[in-house]
């Protein structure tokens, strides 16, 4: 290609080589016919899609290591692809055709949120893109799309979409979604290109293609007047708040729809007023009856705690759930993972059987034996919970 390019067009075709790692099948081992352990891109791609398969190579085209091949990873990343095209479905169906730049004298802090971390994330890919590290650029606009995008994001502005279509607050926040849009498709474009022109061409107030767009990083474009740390640092508070009340939720086997009260406590002045403001984020989000910051708080008979941090959460539980019987399943969830880790234990303590034994069987029961060992531990600590409530 060099000797060609040099005889026929007179100057150099190229200047950077990149060269990828090798392509292994799932278990490490190389590819070949003989071995019938070759994956197909031709069929993987009409099973899971162009875009899913090239988003799977980028994601662990990381230098100098080998990629382990599967379709299930293929699988997972179809999932991300189709979380992109179910987040576009619902912003479209808010995005008029009259939509503009973000205007910073408008911005919630949620808006303002956003668009910060797309600035960050913008300038984290195009320096791994630069660089030529694609799986740290894959791996940086997964977390933004997936986490902070749809994740929190849409689910945070959806009260204000569903609000008054006529207000200037809707208005700023339709605005800040169709732009947050409209620059992810432009860095997820060189990944999945397929979806990101379908999309784009749905887009209001896009033109030609997609490829053609500017990449949104500082110095080209506009994200680099939306950084701004104190946005980023007050949602962190917020999210870390929510995380924490949700973990309580998931580890006492609460329904998702079940509102309970929350009460916080923390000395931290600064961080009691950030989420007393947007309290209404909190009360949303983590789908409770009350909310509030104290303090110093009496811990309220039959509540669950959590402690993020110096603040500690007080999900008050009484008269919603049996502590009883929660604490009756648990124990008995308990005793039924014992009896079969200690099956699984003589096993791999059995000489025979880890000479005689085929290495997949061996290593099937290794992984059985760690995921149960977790799940044990895991339900001690929600069992720890709901003594500790009793009290």
Same mark, same amino acid.
């Given at each position: 290609?060099?000797?060609?390019?040099?005889?026929f067009?007179?100057?150099?075709?190229f200047?950077?080589?990149?060269v990828?790692?090798l392509?292994?099948d799932?278990?490490?081992?190389?590819?070949?016919?003989?071995?019938g352990?070759?994956?197909?891109?031709?069929?993987?791609?009409?099973?899971?899609?162009?875009?899913?398969?090239?988003?799977?190579?980028?994601?662990?085209?990381?230098?100098?290591?080998?990629?382990?091949?599967?379709?299930?990873?293929?699988?997972?990343?179809r999932?991300?692809v189709?979380?992109?095209?179910?987040?576009?479905?619902?912003?479209?169906?808010?995005?008029?055709?009259?939509?503009?730049?973000?205007?910073?004298?408008?911005?919630?802090?949620?808006?303002?949120?956003?668009l910060?971390?797309?600035?960050?994330?913008?300038n984290?890919?195009?320096?791994?893109?630069?660089?030529?590290?694609?799986?740290?650029?894959?791996?940086?606009?997964?977390?933004?799309?997936? !986490?902070? %995008?749809?994740?929190?994001?849409? $689910?945070? @502005?959806?009260?204000? +979409?569903? #609000?008054?279509? &006529? /207000?200037?607050i *809707?208005?700023?926040?339709?605005?800040?979604?169709?732009?947050?849009?409209?620059?992810?498709?432009?860095?997820? !474009?060189? %990944?999945?290109?397929?979806?990101? $022109?379908? @999309?784009?061409h749905? +887009?209001? #107030?896009?033109? &030609? /293609?997609?490829m *053609?767009?500017v990449?949104?990083v500082d110095?080209?474009?506009d994200?680099?007047?939306?950084?701004?740390?104190?946005?980023?640092?007050?949602?962190?508070?917020?999210?870390? @708040?929510?995380?924490?009340?949700?973990?309580?939720? &998931?580890?006492?086997?609460l329904?998702?729809?079940?509102?309970?009260?929350?009460?916080?406590?923390?000395?931290?002045?600064?961080?009691?007023?950030?989420?007393?403001?947007?309290?209404?984020?909190?009360?949303?989000l983590?789908?409770?009856?009350?909310?509030?910051?104290?303090?110093?708080?009496?811990?309220?008979?039959?509540?669950?705690?959590?402690?993020?941090?110096?603040?500690?959460?007080?999900?008050?539980?009484?008269?919603?759930?049996?502590f009883?019987?929660?604490?009756?399943?648990?124990?008995?969830?308990?005793?039924?993972?014992?009896h079969?880790?200690v099956?699984?234990?003589?096993k791999?303590n059995?000489?025979?059987?880890l000479k005689?034994?085929?290495?997949?069987?061996?290593?099937?029961?290794?992984?059985k034996?760690?995921?149960?060992v977790?799940?044990?531990?895991?339900?001690?600590?929600?069992?720890?919970?709901?003594k500790?409530?009793?009290?």
């Amino acid at each position: 290609m060099m000797m060609m390019g040099l005889h026929f067009m007179k100057e150099v075709p190229f200047k950077d080589v990149y060269v990828h790692a090798l392509v292994r099948d799932e278990d490490g081992k190389k590819m070949s016919k003989s071995t019938g352990n070759v994956i197909d891109p031709i069929t993987v791609i009409e099973k899971y899609g162009t875009d899913a398969f090239r988003f799977t190579l980028a994601a662990f085209a990381a230098q100098g290591r080998d990629v382990k091949m599967s379709e299930k990873r293929v699988d997972g990343y179809r999932h991300f692809v189709n979380k992109l095209w179910n987040a576009a479905r619902f912003s479209l169906m808010h995005i008029d055709e009259d939509v503009e730049l973000p205007d910073l004298d408008r911005l919630s802090l949620s808006d303002k949120w956003i668009l910060s971390s797309l600035n960050r994330t913008a300038n984290t890919v195009a320096k791994a893109l630069d660089a030529y590290r694609f799986n740290d650029a894959a791996g940086t606009l997964y977390q933004f799309v997936w !986490h902070e %995008f749809c994740d929190w994001y849409l $689910e945070m @502005i959806k009260p204000t +979409l569903y #609000g008054n279509r &006529g /207000s200037d607050i *809707k208005k700023s926040t339709v605005n800040v979604l169709w732009y947050v849009l409209r620059e992810t498709l432009i860095m997820l !474009h060189p %990944f999945i290109p397929f979806i990101t $022109e379908e @999309i784009w061409h749905q +887009l209001p #107030g896009t033109e &030609g /293609s997609v490829m *053609k767009a500017v990449f949104p990083v500082d110095g080209s474009g506009d994200a680099s007047r939306f950084s701004d740390d104190g946005a980023e640092s007050e949602m962190k508070v917020i999210t870390e @708040i929510i995380s924490g009340i949700r973990n309580i939720r &998931g580890e006492m086997g609460l329904s998702p729809t079940l509102s309970f009260d929350v009460t916080l406590q923390t000395k931290d002045e600064g961080k009691a007023k950030i989420l007393q403001q947007h309290q209404d984020i909190i009360l949303n989000l983590a789908k409770l009856n009350s909310f509030s910051v104290r303090r110093q708080v009496k811990r309220p008979k039959g509540a669950a705690t959590a402690v993020i941090g110096s603040t500690t959460i007080f999900a008050s539980l009484e008269g919603i759930i049996d502590f009883a019987k929660e604490a009756a399943r648990f124990e008995k969830e308990i005793g039924k993972l014992t009896h079969e880790l200690v099956g699984l234990s003589n096993k791999l303590n059995n000489e025979d059987f880890l000479k005689k034994a085929p290495a997949h069987v061996v290593e099937g029961v290794k992984e059985k034996h760690t995921i149960l060992v977790e799940k044990e531990q895991k339900l001690r600590t929600n069992l720890s919970r709901i003594k500790e409530a009793q009290e």
